[in-house]
């Protein structure tokens, strides 16, 4: 078992800046790639930026790509999610999610750990 807690979420101004911190407890971080999903309100649970085991590559959402940063510290077991020039349209719960291996890494079913989620909104 993976245990996953989020915090940093908040209220932000359109244009502002966040940071979402997702600490990891459980089996061995470093074995997993990590990523950050969002959901709005009566909208499905959507990609926002994966990290692979080593953190030498990253993807991201198109709406995210430039804004958005995210991070590992296998030493820490932390990943994070910088959010930068952030949108009222970024507005929903950010969850933090676990997986060994995946097919689709944009698919939320194939995580196998998520956290209970973080509120970010972005007021314009």
């Known amino acids: 078992q993976v245990q996953l807690v989020e915090s940093g979420g908040g209220l932000v101004q359109a244009g502002g800046s966040l940071r979402l911190s997702c600490a990891a407890s459980?089996?061995?971080?470093?074995?997993?790639?990590m990523a950050w999903f969002r959901q709005a309100p009566g909208k499905e649970r959507d990609f926002v930026a994966v990290?692979?085991?080593?953190?030498?590559?990253?993807y991201y959402a198109d709406s995210v790509k430039g804004r958005f940063t995210i991070s590992r510290d296998n030493a820490k077991n932390t990943v994070d999610l910088q959010m930068n020039s952030l949108k009222p349209e970024d507005t929903a719960v950010y969850y933090c999610a676990a997986v060994r291996s995946w097919e689709n890494m944009y698919n939320a079913r194939e995580y196998d750990y998520w956290g209970q989620g973080t509120q970010v909104t972005v007021s314009s």
């Open positions: 990290i692979i085991r080593s953190g030498s590559i990253t």
């Open positions: 459980g089996r061995t971080f470093s074995n997993y790639n």
